[in-house]
Nanobody, 116 residues
Framework: QVQLAESGGGLAQAGGSLRLSCAASRSTFSINDMGWYRQVPGKQRELVAGITSIGSINYADSVKGRFTISRDNAKNTVSLQMNSLKPEDTAVYYC??????????WGQGTQVTVSS
């Protein structure tokens, strides 16, 4: 098992930036996939960005060019730099980790609110 702890959420104005970080309770070298989902009330959780252990990255179309995901296995962290924020980025952001073919592990979530 792995515990995940997010930090860095909060309030930003449209056009501003926030950085989310997620610290894992164990080494991430053997974790195949890490990243971020987000969820707004009444909607399904959606993938924002993911990064594999070999550095392959996937972004949601809605965040391409604005968000950047990075991973530091030496520090057991994954981060999400969010620039040019929009009100529609408002959501609870969840960090995830997965070792194939096992289950997803989730953080507790961090609120991101973008005001117009």
């Amino acid at each position: 098992q792995v515990q995940l702890a997010e930090s860095g959420g909060g309030l930003a104005q449209a056009g501003g930036s926030l950085r989310l970080s997620c610290a894992a309770s164990r080494s991430t070298f053997s974790i195949n996939d890490m990243g971020w989902y987000r969820q707004v009330p009444g909607k399904q959780r959606e993938l924002v960005a993911g990064i594999t252990s070999i550095g392959s990255i996937n972004y949601a179309d809605s965040v391409k060019g604005r968000f950047t995901i990075s991973r530091d296995n030496a520090k057991n962290t994954v981060s999400l730099q969010m620039n040019s924020l929009k009100p529609e980025d408002t959501a609870v952001y969840y960090c995830y980790a997965r070792r194939y073919p096992g289950p997803y592990y989730w953080g507790q979530g961090t609120q991101v609110t973008v005001s117009s």
